[in-house]
């Protein structure tokens, strides 16, 4: 998703010209025209990332977008494309592998075109030096920093990789690096240009940013937990339940975990099923109330019960971190069927109703 935010922005930070005609050369009108070909679902994930000012702008260009042809539909989605690629090359492999390959598929000149639009993009991003990082690397980098300091940086990495660097962190600080994001609103340029300042010794870099930035907050935590181990998220939570019972609660309420299972539809639990290995469905109901165990039951063949029943009763001594780790498999393939639209999710604190 960073890959295709980057993307977006360097469609609108392309050199400036009018549209006249075929092929369309706005900047603008390519970014809105991408917007549109991703449909509504798709380009709502991408506004998550985009600020206020991004989104209204945007907007703007999709409601005034006119008539396209086909070509130019094509020729826009192609210049996507490769940004999305060069980007992804440039983050994972560097700049020099990132021309290397684009010269050699695109052409010299092209591939100049492209990186000179991605470094742009790149560029504008405060702590992008981050993004690379080895995770155990970075936690050796930030743990002797103060929790707000950690919640700053970790706003601007991807969610996965801020939870790993998350899971790092002694217990005590990992919950208040976790309270500073979730309480995190919107910063000014002076507050991350003194943090910047403060990093420049240690990575050589500082990225400096015009407009205020919206980071962290609930939805960006929960967004993050979603992706921490089941062990990890216990731990978290149940400190910060005894430090700041409604934070934790409003960031639950964002969040589907293994529990919210028993506030699906039987149609969602059956489809979720099928994907799962057998063994996970196990060990996941080995600590499980009878509740949970009976929608599982309840939305399974005579077969398939028979043998979890069989297989709950002769499996013995596991150890709970085996436990979480399948329950952690399950509620990943409930997410992942989530975002394809084969399932419907209900996560706590949700008042949306179903309609069969």
């Known amino acids: 998703m960073a890959a295709i935010e980057?993307?977006?922005?360097?469609?609108?930070?392309?050199?400036?010209?009018?549209?006249?005609?075929?092929?369309?050369?706005?900047?603008?009108?390519?970014?809105?025209?991408?917007?549109?070909?991703?449909?509504?679902?798709?380009?709502?994930?991408?506004?998550?990332?985009?600020?206020?000012?991004?989104?209204?702008?945007?907007?703007?260009e999709v409601a005034k977008l006119g008539k396209t042809g086909n070509a130019q539909v094509e020729s826009v989605l192609d210049e996507f494309y490769k940004l999305?690629?060069?980007?992804?090359?440039?983050?994972?492999?560097?700049?020099?592998?990132?021309?290397?390959?684009?010269?050699?598929?695109?052409?010299?000149?092209?591939?100049?075109?492209?990186?000179?639009?991605?470094?742009?993009?790149?560029?504008?991003?405060?702590?992008?030096?981050?993004?690379?990082?080895?995770?155990?690397?970075?936690?050796?980098?930030?743990?002797?920093?103060?929790?707000?300091?950690?919640?700053?940086?970790?706003?601007?990495?991807?969610?996965?990789?801020?939870?790993?660097?998350?899971?790092?962190?002694?217990?005590?600080?990992?919950?208040?690096?976790?309270?500073?994001?979730a309480r995190m609103d919107r910063v000014s340029p002076e507050a991350i240009a003194i943090v910047e300042e403060e990093m420049k010794r240690k990575f050589a870099t500082i990225i400096t940013s015009e407009d205020n930035m919206s980071l962290g907050g609930i939805d960006y935590v929960a967004d993050m937990m979603n992706h921490v181990d089941r062990s990890s998220e216990r731990k978290i939570f149940e400190e910060l339940g005894k430090r700041n019972p409604e934070l934790a609660q409003s960031i639950r309420d964002k969040m589907f975990v293994f529990e919210n299972i028993l506030d699906m539809d039987d149609r969602s639990v059956q489809r979720f099923v099928r994907d799962c290995d057998a063994k996970d469905i196990v060990y996941a109901l080995k600590n499980a109330t009878e509740e949970m165990k009976n929608v599982f039951?309840?939305?399974?063949?005579?077969?398939?019960?028979?043998?979890v029943r069989g297989d709950l009763e002769i499996t013995t001594n596991v150890r709970l971190k085996d436990v979480e780790e399948a329950q952690q498999r399950i509620v990943n393939i409930i997410r992942n069927l989530e975002e394809q639209g084969e399932v419907v999710i209900k996560k706590g604190g949700d008042n949306d109703d179903i309609i069969a």
């Not at 025209?33 to 000012?53: C, M, P």
């Not at 743990?143 to 919640?151: H, L, M, S, W, Y």
């Not at 039951?297 to 043998?307: A, D, I, L, P, Q």
């Open 6 to 60: 980057e993307s977006l922005l360097g469609l609108e930070n392309s050199p400036d010209s009018k549209l006249e005609g075929e092929p369309i050369t706005d900047p603008r009108s390519k970014a809105a025209l991408v917007v549109v070909s991703l449909g509504a679902d798709r380009a709502s994930q991408i506004y998550k990332y985009l600020n206020e000012q991004d989104i209204e702008d945007l907007t703007y």
């Open 84 to 181: 999305c690629l060069t980007h992804k090359m440039m983050t994972d492999g560097g700049l020099d592998y990132a021309r290397n390959v684009l010269e050699k598929a695109f052409g010299e000149s092209t591939a100049r075109n492209l990186l000179e639009k991605v470094s742009k993009t790149l560029q504008s991003k405060p702590f992008n030096f981050f993004t690379k990082g080895d995770p155990k690397a970075l936690f050796s980098l930030l743990q002797n920093e103060r929790p707000q300091v950690i919640a700053l940086i970790l706003a601007y990495m991807d969610a996965m990789q801020a939870a790993q660097v998350l899971e790092e962190l002694p217990d005590d600080k990992r919950i208040q690096t976790v309270e500073s994001m």
């Open 297 to 307: 039951f309840s939305n399974m063949s005579k077969r398939m019960v028979e043998t």
